[in-house]
């Protein structure tokens, strides 16, 4: 299989539908009695406070699945960065090679006319 290009792991952050910041846990509650549960609650941090929601029955496969799509989208980020670091090291140890020529040419010319 082919590594990852930069254009495919774009699109395929592009094709990400849903996504959902947090963590999902499950709870009852101690002092109630006769009350169906488990409840759910997603927790996540913003502005540098944590915040909880409460999610329904109802909503839970669609945050579970927003959820898994930011998961998605944080590990094709990171594939994303690899990338372009990757291409970063090595445009910068070119550029490193060719001036360390152009200085040694300039000195051996510079030696031969004196």
């Known amino acids: 299989m082919n590594p990852p290009t930069k254009t495919s792991i774009l699109e395929q952050i592009a094709a990400i539908a849903a996504m959902e910041r947090g963590k999902l846990s499950d709870y009852a509650f101690k002092d109630r009695s ?55 090291r090595q445009n910068i140890a070119g550029l490193k090679k060719k001036a360390a020529r152009r200085k040694s040419v300039w000195l051996r010319r510079k030696k031969s006319n004196g």
Do not use: C, F, M
């Open 34 to 88: 006769g009350v169906s549960g488990p409840y759910h609650k997603l927790q996540y941090w913003r502005d540098g406070k944590n915040h909880t929601r409460y999610v329904s029955l109802a909503e839970l496969p669609a945050v579970e699945a927003a959820l898994a799509g930011h998961s998605q989208y944080r590990q094709l980020t990171e594939q994303y960065a690899d990338l372009i670091i990757e291409e970063t």
